[in-house]
């Protein structure tokens, strides 16, 4: 199944990093699938987007910082548990890492 947004507009995208907003930058990526362990695996499709705040983050390459941020931003707050937190904090910067590895340059 194939889903689609239509009829959007800046103003309703959220920040891929950090679910925030408003959209300050836009960064062209090619589609690739995030490896969780489930059956069915994450696909990223195109670009991705970034509130001010992460924008500045990835342009001065604070991966780190990035990540805690995307922590931080859950809607439950950071998880209290050390070893969920660790789990967590793996995966945003996995899925990070493999945003890097498919960022296209900015035209
Ligand atoms: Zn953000």
């Avoid at 690739?32 to 499709?45: A, C, N, Q």
């Avoid at 950071?78 to 904090?89: H, R």
């Amino acid at each position: 199944m194939t889903c689609q947004l239509k009829n959007f507009d800046l103003e309703e995208l959220i920040c891929d990093f950090c679910s925030g907003g408003p959209i300050y930058k836009s960064y062209p990526a090619r589609d690739f699938s995030v490896v969780t362990g489930r059956e069915v695996d994450s696909v990223s499709k195109g670009d991705w987007a970034a509130c001010k705040a992460c924008a500045e983050l990835i342009d001065q390459e604070k991966w780190d910082e990035l990540a805690d941020r995307t922590l931080a931003a859950l809607p439950q707050g950071c998880p209290s548990d050390p070893a969920v937190k660790d789990a967590l904090y793996s995966f945003v910067k996995s899925l990070h890492s493999r945003f890097r590895e498919h960022r296209l340059p900015v035209q």
